[in-house]
Structures are given as structure tokens and as C-alpha cells.
Nanobody, 126 residues
């Protein structure tokens, strides 16, 4: 069974940076695409960024493009989300997710991800 554990969240001020990490265990990490999503209470979970199994393909939501960078280290079974120039509207619980189909690259479609972490809170004050 795959387990994903996020870390790195916290309280920061607008304009600051944070790096989230998501460590995976229980599977062959390098074979699967990964994504980061976020959710605000009362709203649906939304796609933030995705990365292919090799790391050669990435994609971002328009709201974070140019500020966030997703990367992965397959030797460490870890995916990262570098968040720069944070804004109050980035406040949310951030989740990492992994697909279970080796032929599927990253996608913004939540239901294509089979495994999810427990989430880490990011709060950006103005």
C-alpha cells in the first residue's frame, strides 16, 4: 500500500517562500506521476501542479504559474512544491497525490490519482 506524507507547511507572510515535501513509501515511486492539490474549507479541492514519472513534464494551474515549481527526486521517493511570492489566496491545505497507472502522466483531474497524503496547512498572512 502506498503512503504519502506531506511536510513543510506553515504560517508565512505575503511574498515569502515555502517548500513542501511529500515522501512516498510502499510502491515503485519512479513509475508514477504525481500531483499537488489544495483545498480551502467550503470549496472543492483544486489542482496546483503535476509532474510526470521521469520529471520531464510538468504542468501548473494558471493561478500559480511562474510562482510555484514542482520537482521530484526519485532516489529519495520525494516530490516537492517550491512556492515563491506567496499570496493570501494561496492559503489552503495542500495535498500530494500519486497515480496508480504507469501509463498515465500528470493530470489536473483529481479522480485520476489513486493515493493521497493527509495534507499540510499553508497559511499566508497579508
Amino acid at each position: 500500500q502506498v503512503e504519502l506524507v506531506e511536510s513543510g507547511g506553515g504560517l508565512v507572510q505575503a511574498g515569502d517562500s515555502l517548500r513542501l515535501s511529500c515522501a512516498a513509501s510502499g510502491g515503485i515511486f519512479r513509475l508514477y506521476a504525481l500531483g499537488w492539490f489544495r483545498q480551502v474549507p467550503g470549496k472543492e479541492r483544486e489542482f496546483v501542479a503535476g509532474i510526470s514519472s521521469s520529471g520531464g513534464s510538468t504542468g501548473y494551474a494558471d493561478s500559480v504559474k511562474g510562482r510555484f515549481t514542482i520537482s521530484r527526486d526519485n532516489a529519495k521517493n520525494t516530490v516537492y512544491l517550491q512556492m515563491n511570492r506567496l499570496k493570501p489566496e494561496d492559503t489552503a491545505v495542500y495535498y500530494c497525490a500519486q497515480t496508480s497507472n504507469i501509463y498515465l502522466s500528470w493530470t489536473a483531474r483529481e479522480r485520476q490519482y489513486a493515493y493521497w497524503g493527509q495534507g499540510t496547512q499553508v497559511t499566508v498572512s497579508s
